[in-house]
């Protein structure tokens, strides 16, 4: 089997039909499945013949492979992979303890389905050497694949091209980065690159995409030391960090909640009136972001655009970051074509903090098709000149944004030419006429068949 082939086959899993699982279930059965089958290549020599893939396919062809004995099995093998590597255990991932938990006969039955099919397919690679080497990038396109089947948790590569514009806009060395929320791994890999000695602090919800990272980070021979992961809950009970961290990344499109923080209200410097539980979430959620950062650190988050217009008390918070903290610097309003679903429009903020310019730079991308290397060098261009473009961006001093009662929306910063367009008259008065005489002829097909059905 060669490359070509290999991919294929191992993409096919995404194809694999899972009658009676749900798309979380038969996901989470995939990544625990094909991270079992890595460590076995991994530690070929260390793991006993008995507790490798191939012992449980054999169960499977026996028809002796149902979920009492694949668990007994894993426990099993566990002992052996987590003597090789410290860093894991089996039967501590979340997959392993909702299959340990779970009662109903119904369920079991699909799970043991899926897991003797998938085994099958998997063990039938017959290419171990090539498959341990394409292994972590096979995995990394394959949860690309998951995230699209879940559209929003998927970052297109449209998107992926601006947070690494911003990432490396900042003259800063990143030797801290945090990621609130992991989506697959996509803006994981998208901004951590292997050797670069970077320290990764995040946070998620969901236990199973923690775990997803881990594996992807290990796949990657990441520094065990270099990959901090907690669930959402424990986040602000970790300390320390304040003032350390280079780079925050984030990708909310959605918005988060009234009353969702980085960091604890006790430990934040700002006025507390802006943080309030009435206050809509986004700006406040910056505000408590930003502690975190080092004198030159910055932050790169999309948010929706409404955050830059609404009244009342975040109008106050945006005249705050204009006048006192002074550390928005970019503004980008972002096509609906890179993002998988449609609705509302999202915005890039850029910060940074003890920055040497005093205006904010407005970018409306909102018409473009994509975001390719073609249109990510013309914004970097005019981001670094801080241009003017008519129609696309310009730079705003502090004095323009305040006679603008400090309202960010982007028509009142750029104005979208109006294009001409020449209208042939002639064109339309004949189709008018063609319209007029189609509709008469349905009419009288109407009237023919009320005749004949005696209406």
């Known amino acids: 089997m060669d490359k070509k082939q290999l991919h294929i086959e191992f993409m096919s899993i995404l194809g694999e039909s899972h009658p009676g699982l749900t798309f979380e279930e038969y996901r989470d059965s995939c ?12 530690f070929n020599q260390e793991l006993d013949n008995s507790y490798k893939l191939k012992e449980l396919v054999r169960m499977a062809v026996r028809g002796k492979l149902q979920i009492p004995s694949f668990l007994k099995f894993i426990e099993s093998a566990s002992a052996y992979i987590h003597r090789a590597n410290s860093q894991f255990e089996l039967t501590e991932f979340s997959f392993y303890r909702k299959m340990a938990q779970n009662q109903s006969q119904e369920k079991q039955k699909s799970f043991a389905r899926f897991i003797r099919k998938i085994i099958k397919k998997i063990d039938a690679w017959d290419c171990d050497q090539l498959l341990f080497e394409q292994y972590p990038v096979l995995f990394e396109k394959m949860l690309g694949e998951f995230a699209k089947l879940k559209k929003e948790t998927y970052i297109s590569q449209g998107v992926q091209n601006l947070y690494r514009l911003f990432f490396a806009y900042s003259d800063a060395d990143c030797e801290r980065l945090i990621l609130p ?19 990764v602090f995040g946070y998620d919800e969901n236990e199973e995409y923690i775990e997803i990272i881990n594996i992807l980070a290990y796949m990657k021979k990441l520094p065990f030391t270099s990959v901090h ?17 280079d780079r925050i990344c984030a990708f909310l499109p959605d918005g988060v909640e009234a009353g969702e923080y980085m960091m604890n209200l006790s430990d934040l410097p700002w006025d507390r009136e802006f943080l309030t539980s009435k206050t809509k979430g986004e700006f406040p959620f910056i505000l408590s972001a930003l502690p975190y950062l080092k004198k030159k650190g910055a932050m790169v988050i999309i948010f929706p655009s409404a955050l830059l217009y609404r009244e009342g008390r975040e109008a106050q918070i945006r005249k705050y970051f204009i006048e006192e ?20 429009k999202e915005v890039l903020l850029y910060l940074q903090m003890n920055r040497k310019r005093e205006d ?78 189609e509709l008469r002829e349905i009419d009288e097909k109407i009237a023919m068949y009320r005749r004949d059905l005696e209406l």
Do not use: H
């Open 325 to 344: 903290l002074d550390c928005l610097d970019t503004i980008m309003l972002l096509p609906d074509q890179i993002f998988n679903s449609s609705g509302q």
């Open 31 to 42: 990544v625990f499945l094909l991270f079992y089958k890595y460590c076995c290549l991994r």
């Open 360 to 437: 904010v730079m407005f970018f409306d991308c909102s018409d473009l098709d994509k975001m390719d290397e073609e249109q990510i060098a013309k914004i970097q261009d005019a981001l670094e000149g801080r241009k003017d473009i008519p129609g696309f961006c310009t730079s705003a001093s502090k004095t323009r944004i305040k006679e603008n009662d400090y309202n960010l929306n982007l028509p009142r910063y750029i104005a979208k030419s109006v294009m001409d367009i020449k209208l042939d008259i002639e064109a339309r008065r004949k189709r008018i006429a063609e319209i007029d005489r």
């Open 229 to 245: 992961l907690y669930k959402k809950k424990d986040w602000t009970k970790q300390s320390g960090l304040g003032g350390t961290v």
């Open 181 to 199: 929320g992991f989506q697959y791994g996509i803006l994981f890999k998208t901004m951590y690159k292997k050797g670069n000695d970077t320290e």
